[in-house]
């Protein structure tokens, strides 16, 4: 509790505190989980939750906003207040899925919002990779059975392990981001479910696509894949970064008890570099387009949101019980 770095991370939002406390500060279980419930009415949650619509839905849409000009993405970027990203930031604020808002707003969903693009119900999945990775990672923390779309998503596997969402337009090869979406998915499902043997084994080759690349390498050359891979995001929306990738891992290897793969440590090692003097991180892209509000002080500035991923990697990476290379 000396520690300014964490102090600095308390005096913030009950989405940000409570996960302090449970993943930084390991607080008994009854003293996060109180924290947690001032997501529903205070700061950023209660905030987002007061944008609702009287259906359940944000914005209007599914996946897009209600009455949306296309020019809107060109000029200013995609947009983000439709269900789909909302509901995904509740997730990440820890909105407790077995209160009464959350119960209402899961059954508002599925009764009334259908996806833009064929207008299936909600919680039947949309088409996209990307878009049922993160449907399922909702739905299954939300309480929703989305075991179709698992087994959808199982179907749709690369040879190379990871997912595509330009799988239907020819692709053969998998994406970081497709694939870390589904990977969350999937982690979401067996956490809540226990999984089936075919999630799993689709779970532990999305890992071992991502291993293979040391999370942000291609497999042909050995090059970034894609520089921005190593720079620092939040929200992470659709986007990959390795620090996406790294608490993914973390989560993973807390469910099942597995050590960190040796394959994680370059990135583990950029991670480091990039903490400032002051012992936390910066934020250094947002994906640009509508939003409701924004969540911390801007690209370059110290970032609670990415100082508490950050964290909590490193303290995982280096617990003694995990005994890290």
Not at 43 to 55: E, K, V
């Amino acid at each position: 509790m000396n520690d300014p770095v964490i102090e600095w991370l308390l005096a913030s939002d009950p989405a940000i505190r409570w996960q302090v406390l449970r993943d930084l500060l390991d607080a008994p279980e009854p003293i996060w989980k109180a924290e947690r419930a001032k997501v529903e009415t205070e700061g950023w949650g209660a905030r987002l939750l007061s944008h609702q619509d009287a259906d359940g839905q944000w914005a209007g849409g599914a996946f897009i906003p209600a009455g949306f000009d296309p020019h809107e993405w060109s000029e200013r970027g995609q947009p983000w207040t439709a269900t789909c990203f909302s509901l995904s930031q509740l997730r990440e604020f820890g909105l407790d899925p077995s209160s009464s808002r959350a119960r209402e707003t899961v059954e508002l969903i599925g009764g009334n919002s259908r996806w833009d693009e064929g207008g299936q119900p909600y919680w039947q999945g949309e088409v996209e990779e990307c878009i049922n990775g993160r449907t399922v990672a909702d739905g299954a923390y939300f309480g929703v059975d989305v075991s179709a779309i698992v087994e959808r998503l199982i179907s749709e596997v690369q040879a190379d392990g990871g997912w595509n969402c330009e799988r239907a337009n020819g692709s053969l090869r998998s994406s970081f981001a497709s694939t870390i979406n589904v990977l969350e998915g999937l982690l979401e499902f067996e956490r809540a479910t226990g999984g089936t043997p075919q999630s799993r084994a689709a779970r532990r080759a999305g890992e071992d696509y991502l291993l293979k690349r040391h999370l942000f390498r291609r497999l042909s050359t050995g090059e970034p894949a894609d520089k921005r891979f190593l720079c620092l995001c939040h929200p992470s929306r659709w986007h990959y970064d390795i620090l996406r990738a790294l608490d993914y891992f973390r989560a993973a290897g807390l469910l099942s008890g597995a050590a960190p793969d040796p394959r994680l440590s370059e990135a583990i090692d950029h991670l480091r570099s990039k903490r400032l003097e002051n012992g936390t991180w910066p934020l250094d892209w947002r994906p640009a387009g509508r939003v409701w509000f924004d969540l911390d002080d801007g690209v370059d500035a110290p970032s609670r949101w990415v100082t508490l991923k950050a964290m909590r990697v490193l303290k995982w990476w280096n617990s003694p019980a995990n005994a890290a290379p």
